[in-house]
């Protein structure tokens, strides 16, 4: 079965940076697209970053301009580097996978519901 395995999150000051990474097994990862989602308490799952089987990306309003996600199909690696984070980041960080999708990740990376293999996640701390 689909194994999705999160890791590099940590607490970091204000203003400081952070990688997280996601490896994958039980796919053929090049023939997935990826995608990153936090959530906080209290609050629905959100998209950050998604990034297609093909290699299209996107990234949500909140953090356009501070986060790279990348991947490595060598590797089976997807990654999220991040910089200038802001203690509203705080959240735990989960990495997804949906099979050859053909349509916008605008779209899939608004609905969370669309994937249907999660990793058990990586807690995010930001301190002022």
């Known amino acids: 079965q689909v194994q999705l395995v999160e890791s590099g999150g940590g607490l970091v000051q204000a203003g400081g940076s952070l990688r997280l990474s996601c490896t994958a097994s039980g796919l053929t990862f090049d023939d997935y697209s990826m995608g990153w989602f936090r959530q906080a308490p209290g609050k629905e799952r959100e998209g950050v970053s998604c990034?297609?089987?093909?290699?299209?990306?996107y990234y949500a309003d909140s953090v356009k301009g501070r986060i790279t996600i990348s991947r490595d199909d060598a590797k089976n690696t997807l990654y999220l580097q991040m910089a200038s984070l802001k203690p509203e980041d705080t959240a735990k960080y989960y990495c997804?996978?949906?099979?050859?999708?053909?349509?916008?990740?605008?779209?899939?990376?608004?609905?969370?519901?669309?994937?249907?293999?999660w990793g058990q996640g990586t807690q995010v701390t930001v301190s002022s």
């Open positions: 997804a996978a949906i099979r050859r999708t053909y349509t916008s990740p605008s779209f899939y990376c608004s609905h969370p519901g669309e994937f249907g293999d």
């Open positions: 990034i297609t089987w093909t290699g299209s990306i």
